[in-house]
C-alpha cells in the first residue's frame, strides 16, 4: 500500500544515517528486529533492511 511504501523510504532514510542503533528499541523496550518483524509480509522490506544492515538476529524481546 501507499502508507507501507513511504514508512519504508523513512525507515530507509533513517537507517541511513550513521547516528541509527540497528540494535535499537521501541520507545516501548521492544527490539526494532522484532517490532518490523511482528507486522508480518507488510514489513518484510524493513526486517530485510534491517537484517542487511547487521540487527542481531539473536536478539530477545523480553517485553511481554
Given amino acids: 500500500s501507499d502508507g507501507t511504501n513511504r514508512q519504508q523510504?523513512?525507515?530507509s532514510l533513517l537507517l541511513s544515517k550513521r547516528t541509527c542503533d540497528i540494535n535499537?528499541?521501541?520507545a516501548k523496550g521492544k527490539p526494532l528486529l522484532i517490532a518490523a518483524c511482528?507486522?508480518?509480509l507488510s514489513a518484510e522490506k524493513l526486517c530485510l533492511m534491517l537484517i542487511e544492515?547487521?540487527?542481531d538476529?539473536?536478539?530477545i524481546?523480553?517485553?511481554e
Fill in 24 to 26: 535499537g528499541t521501541t
Fill in 53 to 55: 544492515r547487521g540487527a
Fill in 38 to 40: 511482528e507486522n508480518g
Fill in 9 to 11: 523510504e523513512c525507515f
Fill in 61 to 63: 524481546d523480553k517485553v
Fill in 57 to 59: 538476529v539473536n536478539v
